[in-house]
């Protein structure tokens, strides 16, 4: 069985410092990571992937993440936060994009201007 | 990207009736189509797997008589929740793989409110 865990349900940084959010997973065949971003009342948005290939994923939005392997770690990280980056964020786990996810419970950023 | 659709938005229902939840691929194709529920400020929970043409596959603890999930079409699956009652309250959210099956699509979700 798959499983995500999310160190911090809530994080608070500053506008213009570091974003980094927190997301390790168990997985017993080559994992499939997601990170997604949940504005309120609305969807989930694709922030950034990693399949196969380069562990260092860009994504949308200046957000990056890097898969660890050795650590079973994909952890979030954004240089400099911006206000409009407030928002729910979610880690999940697949053995593909063909099955389902699992999530992470979620981490609540918030931007303090 | 691909695009999945979910209508409606929100639905307010007075407990006893009968809601149906849509869920369309917009430009592709799906086999296969994931439901899942978020009660609020909590994780995105599976609630069950919509196969075209075949049966649902529901997760431990969810009510196949309750959920009903038909997948009619390579492009929409709907979820009925029967004879609702006020802890059917939730977000309900689809999703459907891509095209390349290395990601999913997510639909806007359903906020339902059943009084």
């Known amino acids: 069985a798959q499983s995500v865990t999310q160190l911090g349900s809530h994080v608070s940084v500053s506008e213009g410092a570091l974003v980094l959010l927190r997301c390790n997973y168990s997985s017993s065949v080559p994992p499939y990571l997601f990170w997604y971003v949940q504005y309120p009342n609305q969807g989930l948005q694709l922030l950034l992937k990693?399949?196969?290939?380069?562990?260092l994923v860009k994504g949308i939005n200046g957000f990056e993440a890097e898969f660890k392997k050795s650590e079973t770690s994909f952890h979030l990280t954004k240089p400099s936060a911006h206000m409009s980056d407030a928002a729910e964020y979610f880690c999940a786990v697949g053995d593909s994009g063909n099955t389902p996810l699992v999530f992470g419970k979620g981490t609540r950023l918030s931007v303090i201007a | 990207g691909a695009v999945v659709s979910q209508h409606p938005s929100r639905v307010i229902c007075k407990s006893g009736t009968s809601v149906k939840i849509e869920c369309r691929s917009l430009?592709?194709?799906?086999?296969?189509m994931f439901w899942y529920r978020q009660f609020p400020k909590q994780s995105l929970m599976l609630m069950a797997t919509?196969?075209?043409?075949?049966?649902?596959?529901?997760e431990q603890g969810v009510e196949k008589d309750k959920f009903l999930i038909n997948h009619a079409s390579l492009t929409l699956s709907t979820l009925t929740v029967t004879s609702a009652h006020p802890e059917d309250s939730s977000f309900y959210i689809c999703?459907?793989?891509?095209?390349?099956?290395?990601?999913?699509?997510f639909g806007p979700g359903t906020r339902l409110t059943v009084l």
């Open positions: 430009d592709f194709q799906a086999t296969t």
């Open positions: 990693y399949t196969t290939g380069a562990t």
């Open positions: 999703s459907a793989p891509g095209q390349g099956y290395d990601e999913q699509f």
């Open positions: 919509s196969n075209e043409g075949s049966k649902a596959t529901y």
